[in-house]
T-cell receptor
């Protein structure tokens, strides 16, 4: 079956630091890829997406590029803020079984 | 801005009680899902539905049941709650006609504690 592997957390960074959260996937065919964010006490919100190879998704200063050759979709941000503290989930959508498979989540804490 | 609503947000209940977690969406989405989120954050799909009168078991076995009598409504029921059911339950929906590009929309969740 499909699987998504995320960088284990928790991750703690200082404000304005550079962020990378690694994500790799195993899936049949060419899935659509997503990053979701979960703020404390809330559900998941879509952060960004990419639907084909070499697409770059971006939102709120975050970016991720669909790399088919390395089956990766790493999340990056050049300068993090305290408000970015949350849990981040990588996901892969498989058209064949119509399911979205999530990684285990990475908790990010930004300290002032 | 939530177009998918879950009630209650928090529920503390004793062992053996029957409970129903409500989930409604106003987007006309065909697909709806229930995820269980454990304290370690990992999400487990426990039920999903492709439309009215369609329900399927997810990847994680669950003692809960679901129904889909109306497009907008996808309640989850536990006939007899146990402490092992303590968790956060997240409801989600998506547009079946644009699955490749249409992500799941999540509610804010119900945090269930069974004492």
């Amino acid at each position: 079956g499909d699987s998504v592997t995320q960088m284990e957390g928790p991750v703690t960074l200082s404000e304005e630091a550079f962020l990378t959260i690694n994500c790799t996937y195993t899936a049949t065919g060419y899935p659509s890829l997503f990053w979701y964010v979960q703020y404390p006490g809330e559900g998941l919100q879509l952060l960004l997406k990419a639907t084909k190879a070499d697409d770059k998704g971006s939102n709120k200063g975050f970016e991720a590029t669909y790399r088919k050759e390395t089956t990766s979709f790493h999340l990056e941000k050049g300068s993090v803020q305290v408000s970015d503290s949350a849990v981040y989930f990588c996901g892969a959508y498989n058209f064949g079984n119509e399911k979205l498979t999530f990684g285990t989540g990475t908790r990010l804490t930004i300290i002032p | 801005e939530a177009d998918i609503y879950q009630t209650p947000r928090y529920l503390v209940i004793g062992t053996g009680k029957k409970i129903t977690l409500e989930c409604s969406q106003t987007m006309g989405h065909d697909k709806m899902y229930w995820y269980q989120q454990d304290p370690g954050m990992e999400l487990h799909l426990i039920h999903y539905s492709y439309g009215v009168n369609s329900t399927e078991k997810g990847d994680l076995s669950s003692e809960s049941t679901v129904s889909r009598i109306r497009t907008e409504h996808f309640p989850l029921t536990l006939e007899s709650a146990r402490p092992s059911h303590t968790s956060q339950y997240l409801c989600a929906s998506s547009d079946a006609s644009h699955s490749y590009n249409s992500p799941l929309h999540f509610g804010n969740g119900t945090r269930l504690t069974v004492t």
